[in-house]
Protein backbone atom coordinates (compact mmCIF):
# COMPACT_ATOMS: atom_id res chain seq x y z
CA UNK A 1 0.00 0.00 0.00
CA UNK A 2 1.16 3.62 -0.56
CA UNK A 3 2.24 5.76 2.29
CA UNK A 4 -0.24 8.22 3.01
CA UNK A 5 -0.45 11.17 5.28
CA UNK A 6 -3.42 12.29 7.60
CA UNK A 7 -5.02 15.54 6.79
CA UNK A 8 -8.54 16.52 8.36
CA UNK A 9 -10.93 19.12 6.96
CA UNK A 10 -13.75 20.69 8.40
CA UNK A 11 -16.86 20.32 5.68
CA UNK A 12 -20.86 21.18 6.60
CA UNK A 13 -23.10 18.64 7.90
CA UNK A 14 -25.03 18.27 4.79
CA UNK A 15 -21.59 17.95 2.54
CA UNK A 16 -20.58 15.18 5.01
CA UNK A 17 -24.08 13.30 4.80
CA UNK A 18 -23.88 13.27 1.16
CA UNK A 19 -19.65 11.62 1.15
CA UNK A 20 -21.75 8.90 3.58
CA UNK A 21 -24.36 8.30 1.40
CA UNK A 22 -21.90 8.46 -1.71
CA UNK A 23 -19.40 5.79 0.30
CA UNK A 24 -22.21 3.62 1.07
CA UNK A 25 -23.55 3.32 -2.38
CA UNK A 26 -19.74 3.17 -3.47
CA UNK A 27 -19.21 0.81 -1.06
CA UNK A 28 -15.81 2.98 -0.80
CA UNK A 29 -14.43 4.33 2.61
CA UNK A 30 -15.33 8.28 2.95
CA UNK A 31 -10.90 8.47 3.52
CA UNK A 32 -10.52 7.05 -0.37
CA UNK A 33 -13.46 9.40 -1.98
CA UNK A 34 -12.03 12.50 0.07
CA UNK A 35 -8.76 11.96 -1.40
CA UNK A 36 -9.72 11.19 -4.94
CA UNK A 37 -12.00 14.32 -4.64
CA UNK A 38 -8.49 16.38 -3.37
CA UNK A 39 -6.67 14.55 -5.82
CA UNK A 40 -8.72 15.92 -9.24
CA UNK A 41 -9.35 19.73 -7.48
CA UNK A 42 -5.02 19.93 -7.23
CA UNK A 43 -4.96 18.58 -10.49
CA UNK A 44 -7.09 21.34 -11.97
CA UNK A 45 -6.10 24.10 -9.98
CA UNK A 46 -1.90 22.89 -11.22
CA UNK A 47 -3.38 23.15 -14.51
CA UNK A 48 -4.62 26.46 -14.44
CA UNK A 49 -2.09 27.84 -12.49
CA UNK A 50 0.27 26.72 -15.15
CA UNK A 51 -1.88 28.17 -17.82
CA UNK A 52 -1.87 31.26 -15.83
CA UNK A 53 1.71 31.32 -15.79
CA UNK A 54 2.41 30.23 -19.79
CA UNK A 55 -0.05 33.28 -20.54
CA UNK A 56 1.93 35.89 -18.52
CA UNK A 57 5.38 34.38 -19.77
CA UNK A 58 3.88 34.99 -23.28
CA UNK A 59 2.63 38.40 -22.33
CA UNK A 60 6.25 39.12 -21.07
CA UNK A 61 7.63 38.29 -24.60
CA UNK A 62 5.33 40.08 -25.94
CA UNK A 63 3.37 37.05 -28.03
CA UNK A 64 -0.14 38.54 -27.97
CA UNK A 65 -2.52 39.22 -30.57
CA UNK A 66 -4.56 43.06 -30.55
CA UNK A 67 -8.46 43.00 -29.70
CA UNK A 68 -9.37 43.38 -33.85
CA UNK A 69 -6.91 40.16 -34.44
CA UNK A 70 -8.66 38.34 -31.26
CA UNK A 71 -12.48 39.23 -32.21
CA UNK A 72 -11.62 38.34 -36.24
CA UNK A 73 -10.41 35.30 -35.12
CA UNK A 74 -13.56 34.47 -32.72
CA UNK A 75 -15.80 35.66 -35.43
CA UNK A 76 -14.03 32.35 -38.38
CA UNK A 77 -15.35 30.49 -35.07
CA UNK A 78 -18.72 31.34 -35.98
CA UNK A 79 -19.43 32.70 -32.73
CA UNK A 80 -21.60 35.93 -31.70
CA UNK A 81 -18.72 38.09 -30.62
CA UNK A 82 -19.09 41.65 -29.96
CA UNK A 83 -16.72 44.03 -30.92
Known amino acids: MAETTLISARVTPELAERLAALSEFTHR ?8 AIEEFVNVQEWQVEAIREGMAAAERGDVVSHEQAMAMLKCWGGNAKT
Do not use: E, F, T
Open 29 to 36: SKSYLAAQ
